[in-house]
């Protein structure tokens, strides 16, 4: 089953501007983490906030945590071609033993468009 | 290794067949995870390892999914007969540990067509 869910599924801007994309889940987190995904092969992992963070930043990417909403966002600040992919966010579930997975969501498709 | 390797990058089987789908995973890391990605989608669980604990395996869809892994090393996912619906792109990843505090690390994936 799906924890996070994003939204738009897909935002396309102008190059220079900044693109916004939210997740929200429904179930308790540890932390939340975004990964970027180009031309659908591998996830790299950009950014990892925990549950106690409100607010990270990393370079051009800034995400914010909201646990009393259950929501999360990923702002991109000039956005530059090469940010065109599909964005993820994941939360931890608890599997069995206590161990921990990520659960993504479907996913948002930005385009830079120059 | 520096980085998470898959292979086959592609394999293309005919429906019926059996396939095994390989993953090595970046030495030192406890953790590795397989995931399905069908087109345009998001990423399904399907099989969690960590350390010598008995595996995950809740999100394998059906028992023709099958996985082992050696150690903390290579990890094999192996579908049997295999189905038209089985056509993804399979991701293997590894993280330090399994408890949540660190990324994870994506191969490239295996990209399988059943025809």
């Known amino acids: 089953s799906q924890q996070g869910e994003e939204d738009p599924q897909a935002l396309s801007i102008q190059e220079g501007e900044n693109a916004t994309m939210n997740c929200s889940y429904k179930?308790?987190?540890?932390?939340l983490q975004w990964y970027r995904q180009n031309s659908g092969r591998g996830l790299v992992h950009l950014i990892l906030?925990?549950?106690?963070?409100r607010e990270k930043h990393s370079g051009r990417l800034r995400v914010t945590l909201d646990t009393s909403k259950k929501s999360s966002s990923l702002l991109i600040t000039a956005s530059r071609a090469a940010d065109t992919a599909s964005y993820f966010c994941?939360?931890?579930?608890?599997?069995?033993?206590?161990?921990?997975?990520?659960?993504f969501g479907q996913g948002t498709r930005l385009t830079i468009n120059p | 290794g520096a980085g998470v390797s898959q292979s086959p990058s592609n394999k293309v089987t005919e429906k019926g067949k059996d396939v095994e789908l390989r993953c090595d995973p970046i030495?030192?890391?406890?953790?590795l995870y397989w995931y399905r990605q069908r087109l345009g989608q998001g990423l399904e669980f399907l099989i969690y390892?960590?350390?010598?604990?008995?595996?995950?395996k809740s999100g394998l869809p059906s028992d023709r999914f099958s996985a082992e892994r050696t150690g903390e090393s290579v990890s094999t996912l192996t579908i049997q007969r295999t189905q038209q619906e089985d056509s993804a792109v399979y991701l293997c990843?590894?993280?330090?540990?399994?408890?949540?505090?660190?990324?994870?690390?994506f191969g490239s994936g295996t990209r399988l067509t059943v025809v």
């Open positions: 906030i925990r549950s106690n963070e």
């Open positions: 390892f960590q350390g010598n604990s008995a595996p995950d």
């Open positions: 030495s030192g890391h406890t953790a």
């Open positions: 179930t308790s987190i540890n932390n």
């Open positions: 990843a590894s993280s330090l540990t399994g408890r949540g505090v660190y990324g994870y690390t």
């Open positions: 994941a939360t931890d579930a608890y599997g069995i033993q206590g161990a921990q997975k990520l659960v």
